[in-house]
């Protein structure tokens, strides 16, 4: 794959979809930042790719939508 954009952010990258969605984009050549809710697996998914090719934030997108909802 080529691709534009060679700095790539996933959000919900801890397992399932998104997580193999990043490392395929890192196996292809970009640099991803995985976001998800569970640290050690953000951290786990930053261990296996190295630095140079990934890292991550911690944030829970749900939290973001009950708060926008009691304002």
Known sequence: ???????????GATAGIGRALASRL???GAK?????RRK?????FVTDHGTDKAN???FD???LKKKSQEA
């Open 1 to 11: 794959m080529t691709f534009l954009y060679k700095h790539i952010l996933i959000i």
């Open 32 to 36: 991803v930042t995985v976001v998800g």
């Open 26 to 28: 890192i196996q292809s």
């Open 56 to 58: 991550a934030v911690q």
């Open 40 to 44: 050690y697996r953000l951290d786990d």
């Open 61 to 63: 997108i749900s939290n």
